[in-house]
T-cell receptor, first 113, second 113 residues
Framework: SQTIHQWPATLVQPVGSPLSLECTVE??????LYWYRQAAGRGLQLLFY??????ISSEVPQNLSASRPQDRQFILSSKKLLLSDSGFYLCAWSAQGLQETQYFGPGTRLLVL | QKEVEQDPGPLSVPEGAIVSLNCTYSNSAFQYFMWYRQYSRKGPELLMY????GNKEDGRFTAQVDKSSKYISLFIRDSQPSDSATYLCAMSGMNSGYSTLTFGKGTMLLVSP
């Protein structure tokens, strides 16, 4: 069966510091991968998606970036965090050709102070 | 008009009640309709997945789609305290040739023993 991991689970960072969040998927090959942010009262916002290694599409302009160095690894980064980057970051995967059924990881709660 | 609208609740019901959760949408291109359950501080879990109009049943859960009214519902029979969570609807439509999900903001459900 497929499993999706995210770490760290929680993170408290000062404004202006860098960020690296990691997501890995087990039990499947060539998945579509997604990064979402969930802020209180604002729902789930798609940040990035990837259909393959090195292929990243950005949905929302911001100071975040994503990379996919390996087939089942997806990384969310920032060079300098803003207060507004605080939120709950969720990674998700779906099988190729089945973008509608996405499965989410446990999430990383980020607080920028 | 927002693309997907969902009453935030909370919706409070006694154990054993039938629960009805709803979403309305404006984009007639949506074809796939999903319901996710999200416990506090956890990632969303895919509950139901429906294509086009009609009903789909899975145990105590029934998903209903009415494309003519742009209205979807999730019914929970014999509700349990363990059903207490936030329920997110999601819909799939084409965006620049790729299918992405649009989420409602979620309805919080509280089932009291």
């Amino acid at each position: 069966s497929q499993t999706i991991h995210q770490w760290p689970a929680t993170l408290v960072q000062p404004v202006g510091s860098p960020l690296s969040l990691e997501c890995t998927v087990e039990g499947t090959s060539n998945p579509n991968l997604y990064w979402y942010r969930q802020a209180a009262g604002r729902g789930l916002q798609l940040l990035f998606y990837s259909v393959g290694i090195g292929q990243i599409s950005s949905e929302v302009p911001q100071n975040l970036s994503a990379s996919r160095p390996q087939d089942r690894q997806f990384i969310l980064s920032s060079k300098k965090l803003l207060l507004s980057d605080s939120g709950f970051y969720l990674c998700a995967w779906s099988a190729q050709g089945l973008q509608e059924t996405q499965y989410f990881g446990p999430g990383t709660r980020l607080l920028v102070l | 008009q927002k693309e997907v609208e969902q009453d935030p609740g909370p919706l409070s019901v006694p154990e054993g009640a039938i629960v009805s959760l709803n979403c309305t949408y404006s984009n007639s291109a949506f074809q796939y309709f999903m319901w996710y359950r999200q416990y506090s501080r956890k990632g969303p879990e895919l509950l139901m997945y429906t294509y086009s109009s009609g009903n789909k049943e899975d145990g105590r859960f029934t998903a209903q789609v009415d494309k003519s009214s742009k209205y979807i519902s999730l019914f929970i029979r014999d509700s349990q305290p363990s059903d207490s969570a936030t329920y997110l609807c999601a819909m799939s439509g084409m965006n620049s040739g790729y299918s992405t999900l649009t989420f409602g903001k979620g309805t919080m459900l509280l089932v009291s023993p």
